[in-house]
């Protein structure tokens, strides 16, 4: 069993529809959450980064973990064509401390 | 203000080669991360350099090896080519303090292993 699962997709929405992509995991010793963007042919760029448990919202992106189910969440209001990437999800703490431990990413198409 | 700079950006080797990838760290950044990225799948840790000494090393036979130069830019070696070894190699930089949590990703250099 891998420490951290993620849908690979793809997930095609129209544009202007709310995305839910999603992470599971299984070390409780995990205790930052991050989630990166990776267009094609690009390195993975942070989109958001969470201590712990709770939400935290920038502009259209939101992103929610709870430590009790291990499960975290990105939520993009308002999708854009542009937003059409790999969502790669990555946590790290405890032995992981100087590394992160990936999701296999979801494609994520959004369609004009 | 440049990012992480990595090459070559694209390669190919035949089985049994040998390879140097190199990267230079974000401005300001004094830590780099390698990561190992197969087709379809997420990143992958190799090993994190700081001062000059590996840190920490993730599930990479001694095959994988690394530098680290006073200048904190960064070299990944990787003996004895597998055909397996095909993939994306990422460098990451970081402050020493942030751990793992706030990586800047290089572009990457594809490698393909014929």
């Known amino acids: 069993q891998k420490e951290v699962e993620q849908d690979p997709g793809p997930l095609s929405v129209p544009e202007g529809a709310i995305v839910s992509l999603n992470c599971t995991y299984s070390n409780s010793a995990f205790q930052y959450f991050m989630w990166y963007r990776q267009y094609s042919r690009k390195g993975p760029e942070l989109l958001m980064y969470?201590?712990?448990?709770g939400n935290k919202e920038d502009g259209r992106f939101t992103a929610q973990v709870d430590k009790s189910s291990k499960y975290i969440s990105l939520f993009i209001r308002d999708s854009q064509p542009s937003d059409s990437a790999t969502y790669l999800c990555a946590m790290s703490g405890g032995d992981s401390s100087y590394k992160l431990i990936f999701g296999s990413g979801t494609r994520l198409l959004v369609r004009p | 203000d440049a990012g992480v700079t990595q090459s070559p950006t694209h390669l190919i080797k035949t089985r049994g080669q040998q390879v140097t990838l190199r990267c230079s760290p974000k401005s300001g950044h004094d830590t780099v991360s390698w990561y190992q990225q197969a087709l379809g799948q997420g990143p992958q840790f190799i090993f994190q350099?700081?001062?000059?000494?590996?840190?920490q090393r993730g599930n990479f036979p001694d095959r994988f090896s690394g530098h680290q130069f006073p200048n904190y830019s960064s070299e990944l070696n990787v003996n004895a080519l597998l055909l397996g070894d095909s993939a994306l190699y990422l460098c990451?930089?970081?402050?020493?303090?942030?751990?793992?949590?706030?990586?800047?990703f290089g572009a990457g250099s594809r490698l393909t292993v014929l």
């Open positions: 969470t201590y712990s448990s």
């Open positions: 990451a930089s970081s402050l020493r303090h942030s751990g793992a949590n706030v990586l800047t």
């Open positions: 350099y700081y001062e000059e000494e590996e840190r």
